[in-house]
């Protein structure tokens, strides 16, 4: 075993898709948190890809107990180590997906948001059930076709907005709240390693495409993740006590080139209106966090 | 009695997931390479290693050849080419 | 010392001398009482606990799961809907392996809702890998627990167990307690040491996905531990004998040397049946009966060496299987399957439901229905005449 592979916390041999955002995603939060860290993980394709038995790709105490309850396991764990004398030097880490966290696992994470547990919950954000077959969830971004919000002749994909998960975590009162990207993976472990630095409960939100299930090659994980946050539709905000102290600046590009190489898209590629609607989000968003750098 | 209740930490590496390519896999070409370690970041099975410049390179027992490695390099330093 | 409590004081001084790190509980009648017992004990810092207060039983479970997992001793409680918002973790902390005691204050469950007590709630679990205990009174209660931890963290063991209390009966009534000491309960249930927990030193995966190569021998497992643990429960009844004085075994026998009928019942009825036992012994009559202590593992061979040569038995349910034979009388008739000294008749009862008292008369009623003739599900008590008004006269004017 190589110097590399004895370092990660977070083994090869997993069973991610080839070209898997949050597999990247994964390993990047693990070694930067370090091997002092629990986490407790929620039902999902982390989950299933990781630790297909008698294999585990975690090297550090991983726990996963059910689909919507990682952020209440987390804080027994927090609670254990705090009656043990050991939480000041262990981290503990709740993580789970976009369905995990926004819609089954919400009333658990806001529960531990508003009684201030020491504990990094994180959303490996791929905007869809993936693991059950690509359903509709309620970080699926507007437009997009999933099996449970099909495009047709009625319909243009999922007529919803993504649920404010940043905003919703700020209105608990949270030490920190931030966004990253696989396609920023020194900022996404910059601000995991921040996060960790911080007492209380945080909230990280971390955008990780999905081959399978948006429909696009694998080779093209890192440059969507990147046009996301390039257009303005995934903007990457840092917050500390409610108070922003950071976003990403971007050249804007048109957000048709990051709906353009996803199957998920395709129905809105040619519809002139609903491709302004998606522009009008990411501008939305521009104007809010002021994205676009000066001189562009 | 317990039954299977426990997973090893790391075993996940016999499992060697390299058999998964099916079209191409990344070639390091190790001539403009400017150890900035962003293959090293991107790689979603953690298979490449290297420290110095043009010493990097990855681990085919494990490799998916999703190529995201040839796509982040700023130089240009990985290609990917037609798996054997 | 003898102390004067009601129940659920009595459970949450009983819990805090098992000196457990992490409590969580939601609110919910008639359990309130004894979190609230911890909570003021440990706000008077009389018991170092952290205790969190969640926003359901469901993360109420996960938390002690965790807590569990990471190798303290842990403890909740709760009630009816509580108790089947805990069952997705419940079955999973069977599962995973992890020594959580919890009390059920025995409530009835919606619909309609209801707040008085039977059975139905910890007896509808009984498939989840808890091991359960009923108590018929207030003592019972408290060594219950002291017990339920012993059992539920040996190495051997390492599942979950849940204290049955029938609601507002036993947790909210008053009694005399021999409340053990300190010293005495240390001495019984050490510190736990966990044989394998969440530990940064050593890190393992707990809770991992199992394919159908491995999964089934997870549950087999768990069948094999029950098996087990009826093995060698007897010596830790002994050894709670030999600490605090007082017997318990898996089924108590009362009056069943010469009985021809005997009544098979769990938790506080029994009180109420032994009286009407020793009234009707007073007049002659050969009647008894056999407390259910521990529905699991359920004890099949006890039951049946208790109730050897015992002509007519009558399963008095506080609980009932909708569609089917309540669960208790199901399991004592297949306990019985094959036997060649099984009763002439084993007549099943359901009585109590939703808090509807069951009296002396209630339990002379049965032992006259349990007769020649053997009887299925019948219930006790009922009121005909609320059967009687059709749907149309509860709808009114509205047309079909």
Not at chain 3, 212 to 234: G, L, N
Not at chain 3, 333 to 343: D, I, L, R, T, V
């Amino acid at each position: 075993m190589s110097e590399l592979q004895v370092k990660s916390l977070f083994a090869s041999g997993h069973t991610a898709c080839a070209g898997c955002g949050q597999s990247i995603a994964a390993r990047l939060v693990i070694n930067a948190a370090g091997s002092n860290t629990i986490i407790a993980n929620n039902t999902g394709c982390l989950e299933v890809f990781t630790t297909k038995y008698p294999e585990s790709a975690w090297r550090v105490p991983w726990v996963h107990s059910l689909f919507e309850n990682a952020a209440a396991v987390a804080s027994g764990i927090e609670a254990a180590l705090i009656f043990q004398g050991k939480k000041d030097k262990i981290s503990v880490i709740a993580q789970a997906g976009d369905g995990g966290t926004a819609d089954i696992g919400m009333q658990a994470l806001s529960g531990i948001w508003e009684r201030k547990h020491d504990v990094l919950a994180i959303c490996y954000d791929n905007e869809a059930y993936e693991n059950t077959g690509i359903q509709r969830s309620g970080l699926t971004p507007y437009g997009a076709s999933t099996t449970t919000s099909p495009s047709g002749a009625q319909s243009f994909g999922n007529p919803k907005l993504k649920k404010p998960m940043p905003e919703i975590a700020n209105a608990h009162g949270i030490a920190y709240v931030a966004t990253a990207s696989v396609g920023f993976p020194q900022d996404l472990q910059r601000k995991v390693k921040k996060a960790l630095s911080i007492k209380g409960p945080k909230y990280l939100q971390i955008h990780v495409p999905c081959p399978l299930g948006w429909g696009y090659p694998s080779s093209l994980t890192y440059q969507i993740a990147k046009l996301a946050v390039g257009t303005g539709l995934y903007p990457l905000i840092e917050y500390e006590n409610g108070m922003l102290i950071g976003v990403r600046k971007i050249s804007s590009k048109s957000v048709e080139e990051y709906l353009k190489p996803q199957r998920r898209f395709r129905h809105i590629i040619n519809n002139p209106d609903e491709l302004a609607k998606i522009q009008e989000i990411a501008n939305n968003n521009i104007k809010k966090y002021n994205l676009v750098a000066e001189g562009n | 009695m317990f039954g299977p209740i426990i997973a090893k930490p790391g075993s996940s590496r016999k499992n060697k997931t390299g058999s998964w390519r099916i079209e191409s896999k990344p070639k390091f070409l190790q001539s403009n390479c400017i150890a900035c370690k962003l293959c090293i970041l991107i790689c979603p099975e953690g298979c490449i290693e290297g420290s110095q410049k043009n010493t990097f390179h990855c681990d085919f027992d494990y490799c998916k050849g999703c190529g995201n490695c040839a796509s982040i390099c700023p130089k240009q330093d990985i290609v990917m080419v037609k798996q054997e | 010392m003898k102390e004067f409590l009601e129940g659920s004081q009595a459970i949450a001084k009983v819990v805090s001398l098992c000196r457990p790190g992490v409590i969580s509980a939601y609110p919910i009648t008639p359990q309130t009482h004894i979190v609230e017992g911890l909570a003021q004990l440990v706000a008077d810092g009389k018991l170092d606990s952290q205790f969190i207060n969640v926003e359901s039983e469901h993360s109420a479970a996960s938390l002690v799961l965790g807590g569990s997992a990471t190798g303290v001793r842990v403890y909740t409680a709760t009630s009816a809907q509580g108790l089947f918002l805990m069952a997705e973790v419940l079955f999973n902390i069977a599962g995973m392996r992890l020594p959580v005691v919890l009390t059920c204050a025995n409530r009835a469950m919606s619909a309609p809702i209801s707040i008085w007590n039977d059975q139905q709630d910890s007896v509808s679990l009984r498939d989840s890998g808890l091991i359960q205990f009923y108590a018929e009174n207030n003592q019972e209660a408290v060594d219950l627990h002291l017990i339920a931890y012993r059992l539920a963290e040996d190495k051997d063991v390492m599942l979950p167990a849940m204290v049955c209390i029938d609601g507002y009966i036993l947790t909210h009534g008053i009694e005399t307690v021999d409340m053990p000491t300190q010293e005495e309960v240390d001495k019984f249930l050490p510190r736990y040491q966990p044989p394998y927990n969440l530990d940064v030193d050593h890190p393992l995966t707990l809770g991992f996905l199992a394919d159908p190569d491995y999964y089934m021998e997870t549950r087999f497992a768990i069948q094999e531990t029950y098996k087990e643990i009826v093995k060698f429960m007897p010596q830790l009844f002994e050894q709670f004998s030999s600490a605090f004085g007082r017997s318990y075994n898996f089924v108590e026998k009362y009056h069943l040397e010469d009985a021809d009928k005997v009544i098979v019942a769990m938790g506080s009825v029994c009180g109420t049946i032994k009286d009407v036992v020793d009234e009707l012994r007073k007049k002659g009559k050969r009647v008894g009966l056999l407390k259910i202590m521990v529905l699991r593992p359920f004890p099949n061979q006890q039951i049946c060496n208790a109730l050897k040569g015992i002509s007519r038995i009558a399963v008095l349910d506080r609980a009932l299987s909708l569609g089917s034979i309540a669960p208790l009388a199901s399991e004592i008739k297949a306990s019985f399957f094959g036997k060649k000294k099984a009763p002439k008749i084993i007549s099943s009862f359901i009585a109590g439901l939703g808090g509807r008292d069951i009296t002396k008369d209630s339990i002379k009623e049965i032992f006259r229905q349990l007769n020649q003739k053997e009887i299925t599900g019948n219930f006790i008590d009922l009121k005909p005449e609320l059967l009687q008004a059709p749907l149309e006269t509860t709808l009114g004017n509205r047309s079909f």
